[in-house]
């Protein structure tokens, strides 16, 4: 399958508070999950990636992990800032071979409130 | 700035008219990549070439259809518009062949069918 699921669609938070996006993927070869963040008007920018052999990776308030056995990985964002409201994808490779692509899901708006 | 050039920026057209997007890749990166993103549907992947050849394939219409020429930039062609077409079209470039790596995006080519 080539289907890379994103919940939730929409996600509000008060300043401070901590943020959980949430992709599963169905394509068992994939291998590599980067996160792209998007703000209005702009174009899609990555924000932070892992790769299969890695549970967990962490920059300064932002961090993802990764189940492969359940297929599953998220984005949390720490300490959120009005700054960070943007839209959020997830994306997972699909395929093998040099022929693997990008697959996003179809993203997470994200809100923090002052 | 990614670094990455598509032109026009903003297309406005009626349907079944033919329109041509042009990208211009960073400077080094072989591989570029064309997404379709409408409001409901996210980020969607057309259609991948490295080095001058087709790499991967996601849901393109047959109405579209793209290249990379031998410089490396990108033409991405739409024909027999309709307005389910309009959307913002995306160029993004890398240094990978496979869909590894950080994708650089353009700043994207607003379409619009009437």
Redesign the interface.
């Known amino acids: 399958g080539e289907n890379v699921e994103?919940h939730p669609s929409t996600l509000s938070v008060q300043e401070g508070d901590s943020a959980v996006i949430k992709c599963t993927y169905s394509d068992s070869a994939s291998n590599?999950f980067?996160w792209?963040k998007q703000e209005l008007g702009?174009?899609?920018?990555?924000i932070i990636?892992i790769r299969s052999n890695v549970g967990e990776k962490k920059d300064q308030r932002i961090a993802v992990t990764l189940n492969k056995t359940a297929k599953h990985f998220s984005l949390h964002i720490t300490e959120t800032q009005p700054e960070d409201s943007a839209v959020y994808?997830c994306?997972a490779?699909?395929?093998q071979g040099?022929?693997?692509?990008?697959?996003?899901?179809?993203?997470t708006k994200l809100t923090v409130n002052p | 700035d990614s670094g990455v050039t598509q032109t026009p920026k903003h297309l406005i057209t009626a349907t079944g008219q033919r329109v041509t997007l042009r990208c211009s890749p960073r400077s080094g990166d072989l591989s570029v990549y064309w997404y379709q993103q409408s409001l409901d549907q996210g980020l969607q992947f057309l259609i991948q070439y490295y080095n001058g050849e087709e790499r991967a394939k996601g849901n393109i219409l047959e109405r579209f259809s793209a290249q990379q020429f031998p410089d490396l930039h990108s033409e991405l062609n739409l024909s027999s518009l309709e307005l389910g077409d309009s959307a913002l079209y995306f160029c993004a470039s890398s240094a990978t062949r496979g869909g590894y790596g950080e994708l650089f995006f353009g700043e994207g080519s607003r379409l619009t069918v009437l």
Do not use: C, M, T
């Open positions: 994103q590599y980067p792209y702009k174009r899609p920018q990555l990636d994808f994306a490779s699909i395929g040099g022929s693997e692509k990008l697959v996003f899901g179809k993203g």
